[in-house]
């Protein structure tokens, strides 16, 4: 007679966040998918940077291939509000792998201080905008000198 060691079953454990995470990944296939289609437009957001110094605040925006005339710029009650659109060039034949992104965006930004409205300057140079906002007097930091009694 031969023996044999019994080796139980192993069964994988799923517990209700595995079930979770794999309905997650269903639905980002599914909306991954339904964005590609043609004809359906995107919304991207451009990377953007922020700076601020004691006399402006300074906001960069990587908007490669578009021109000057796509941008909308507007301030309104302490927000900076960028909007633009990067539009598709009609390209002949059949395309198989798009990465580059097009369509419409808008960003909004809050301002740390107040500006002054009539001294903003904005320049788009080598796929760059580059937006100046110069800060108020008042927003400006003041060198207080103490004094001796």
Same mark, same amino acid.
């Given at each position: 007679?031969?023996?044999?060691?019994?080796?139980?079953?192993?069964?994988?454990?799923?517990?209700?966040?595995?079930?979770?995470?794999?309905?997650?990944?269903?639905?980002?296939?599914? +909306?991954?998918?339904?964005? #590609?289609?043609?004809?359906? %437009? /995107?919304?991207?957001?451009? @990377?953007?940077? &922020?700076?601020? $110094?004691?006399?402006?605040?300074?906001?960069?925006?990587?908007?490669?291939?578009?021109?000057?005339?796509?941008?909308?710029?507007?301030?309104?009650?302490?927000?900076?509000?960028?909007?633009?659109?990067?539009?598709?060039?009609?390209?002949?034949?059949?395309? +198989?792998?798009?990465?580059? #992104?097009?369509?419409?965006? %808008? /960003?909004?930004?809050?301002? @740390?201080?107040? &500006?002054?409205? $009539?001294?903003?300057?904005?320049?788009?140079?080598?796929?760059?905008?580059?937006?100046?906002?110069?800060?108020?007097?008042?927003?400006?930091?003041?060198?207080?000198?103490?004094?001796?009694?």
């Amino acid at each position: 007679m031969k023996l044999i060691r019994y080796n139980p079953i192993q069964r994988e454990v799923w517990t209700p966040i595995d079930q979770l995470n794999s309905l997650r990944d269903l639905f980002d296939s599914a +909306f991954a998918l339904a964005s #590609s289609a043609p004809g359906v %437009r /995107r919304e991207w957001l451009p @990377p953007m940077d &922020v700076m601020e $110094d004691e006399q402006k605040i300074t906001v960069l925006i990587d908007s490669a291939g578009m021109k000057k005339e796509d941008f909308d710029i507007s301030l309104e009650k302490g927000s900076l509000t960028i909007a633009g659109e990067r539009k598709q060039e009609k390209q002949d034949g059949e395309s +198989f792998r798009t990465e580059r #992104s097009f369509g419409s965006f %808008r /960003r909004t930004i809050a301002l @740390p201080s107040p &500006v002054v409205a $009539d001294q903003i300057s904005a320049n788009y140079r080598d796929g760059t905008l580059t937006i100046e906002l110069p800060k108020a007097e008042e927003a400006k930091p003041k060198k207080i000198e103490v004094g001796i009694l």
